[in-house]
């Protein structure tokens, strides 16, 4: 079983950064691929970025490709979203997510609510 805790999201003005992190609980992070997922209001809840166990490769949506990066460190069982030049559309609630591969996941964060003022 692993247990995820997002850090506390908030509030950024367009064209702002922020850094979302996850901390993983149990002994095999290092064995999970991770990923963030969002869910904006009214809307279906959408991929954003994956990494796979090691961190070798990466994979984002198009609405974030180039803005975006993920990164983990499974030292410190945290998997990171560094998200920059934020767009109002990015307002959303942000899920971590863990599993076998990029694509399939099993375990999810409680969410944690990120808004961009225009």
């Known amino acids: 079983q692993v247990q995820l805790l997002e850090s506390r999201g908030g509030l950024v003005q367009a064209g702002g950064s922020l850094r979302l992190s996850c901390a993983a609980s149990?002994?095999?992070?290092?064995?999970?691929?991770m990923g963030w997922f969002r869910q904006a209001p009214g809307k279906e809840r959408e991929f954003v970025a994956a990494?796979?166990?090691?961190?070798?490769?990466?994979d984002y949506a198009d609405s974030a490709k180039g803005r975006f990066t993920i990164s983990r460190a499974n030292a410190k069982n945290t998997v990171y979203l560094q998200m920059n030049s934020l767009k109002p559309e990015d307002t959303a609630v942000y899920y971590c997510?863990?599993?076998?591969?990029?694509?399939?996941?099993?375990?999810w964060g409680q969410g944690t609510q990120v808004t961009v003022s225009s």
């Open positions: 997510v863990a599993g076998a591969t990029m694509v399939t996941y099993n375990y």
């Open positions: 149990g002994p095999t992070f290092s064995s999970y691929a």
């Open positions: 990494i796979s166990w090691g961190g070798g490769r990466t």
